[in-house]
């Protein structure tokens, strides 16, 4: 069984570019969570999604970030006019649907760079 | 809000010893989760160990275990037999019961450094 699948794992953007991360879960599981971790700290939530819904975007800049997670592929989320202070590692986890201790298992990152 | 804090930035111990890691929140609720995550040089993050509130008895996990103390929302982890390979920034976390809210709360994490 396939862990929680996140690329690209590495990502170079200069300012005012977009940055598009995909992350696929694990097989059964519906739900998917986005966190963003800054260098020496702990991560922080941003989004919490199920098929087609976002669920939970307490954690979401206003603007310029957006996340989807559509009835087919991956879960993307997108980042729009990068600038530096994004430059982070971005962890995707996934999680089953409710019923049991809905432990969430993380995906290896994405390190993106704005240059 | 619920707040997790980790007040060991970095900790050491010598291989083949134990050590105990700590870790407090804050919250008003009687139902939740806790968690203790593992993130090696390799940064993936890794789930070392799981707590119900609702359960008296510690959770234990082979090497790993906790001391949960629910009054004074207190949740440590031990680690027995300390090996090179448990090096690791070890993370606290906290997850609501609520419907509708999934997130986990982290703390900053510990820096655990094992010598040989």
């Known amino acids: 069984n396939a862990g929680v699948m996140q690329n690209p794992r590495h990502l170079v953007r200069r300012r005012g570019q977009e940055a598009r991360l995909r992350c696929s879960p694990m097989?059964?599981?519906?739900?998917v969570y986005w966190y963003r971790q800054l260098p020496e700290e702990g991560l922080k939530f941003m989004v919490y999604?199920?098929?087609?819904?976002?669920?939970?975007e307490s954690g979401m800049p206003k603007e310029r970030f957006s996340a989807e997670f559509p009835k087919e592929g991956p879960s993307i989320l997108r980042i729009q006019q990068v600038v530096r202070g994004d430059s982070a590692a971005y962890f995707c986890?996934?999680?089953?649907?409710?019923?049991?201790?809905?432990?969430?298992?993380f995906g290896p990152g994405t390190r993106l760079l704005v240059l | 809000a619920q707040t997790v804090t980790q007040s060991q930035p970095e900790m050491s111990v010598q291989e083949a010893e134990t050590v105990t890691l700590s870790c407090t929140y804050d919250t008003s609720e009687s139902d939740y989760y806790l968690f203790w995550y593992k993130q090696p040089p390799s940064r993936q993050m890794i789930l070392v160990i799981r707590q119900e509130a609702y359960k008296q008895q510690n959770a234990t996990e082979n090497r790993f275990s906790v001391n949960f103390q629910k009054a004074a929302k207190s949740f440590s982890l031990k680690i027995s037999d300390s090996q090179l390979g448990d090096a690791a920034m070890y993370f606290c976390?906290?997850?609501?019961?609520?419907?509708?809210?999934?997130?986990?709360?982290f703390g900053k994490g510990t820096k655990l450094t094992v010598n040989p």
């Open positions: 999604l199920q098929k087609e819904n976002i669920i939970d």
């Open positions: 976390a906290y997850r609501t019961t609520q419907g509708g809210s999934e997130k986990l709360v």
């Open positions: 097989k059964g599981h519906s739900h």
């Open positions: 986890a996934s999680s089953p649907p409710r019923g049991s201790v809905e432990t969430q298992y």
